[in-house]
């Protein structure tokens, strides 16, 4: 609806959202893996620089549009796992797990893996808890998957049930 919304302007818009995620993560101590049409895939050595990179794009997303830039909703599923490292590129179980997860949950939200809440440990920032939203099995994966909502200021915080499909 956006790209329709938006015609020859979409483009512009894409950038700077690729921007605030690249910028972010990179500052977050990320690695930029890759950008792929509306995609964006980074990888971070510790799981509280990853959650901090989602918590800083999300609230700049919903602050840009409360000044009266275009509104965009990300959507952001992290995982904790150990990704095979093969010509610059992830591969592995982790990769597809933190994939189904994005895919799961909805513009503006933050979901995580019951293995990030386990990296994670005490280490959440002060205001920042994790929501369960249950137990699921993820297309593709051999097991089910406990997930979770990261709930915080200025995020949102209602959703429709987690889009997934069997």
Known sequence: ALLHRLG?????LLERVRALLR????????????????EFFA?????A???????????????????????????V???SGYPTLAKGNYLGMAVHTAARICGASHGGQIVVSGDFRT???AHLPNGVRLRKLGTYALRGLPDE????????????????PL???L
Not at 26 to 38: I, M
Not at 56 to 71: I, K, M, P, Y
């Open 163 to 165: 889009r997934i499909s």
């Open 23 to 38: 910028d972010t993560a990179v500052g977050s101590g990320g690695h930029v893996v890759e950008t792929r049409a509306d």
């Open 8 to 12: 020859d302007h979409y483009g512009d």
């Open 145 to 160: 998957v406990d997930l979770y909502q990261v709930a915080a200021k200025g995020l949102l915080a209602r959703f429709p």
């Open 43 to 47: 990888v971070f050595e510790r799981p």
């Open 49 to 75: 620089a990853a959650l901090r990179m989602a918590l800083t794009a999300q609230r700049e997303l919903r602050t840009r549009a409360s000044t009266g830039d275009e509104e965009v909703r990300v959507r």
């Open 119 to 121: 990296a994670i440990g």
């Open 77 to 79: 599923g992290i995982h």
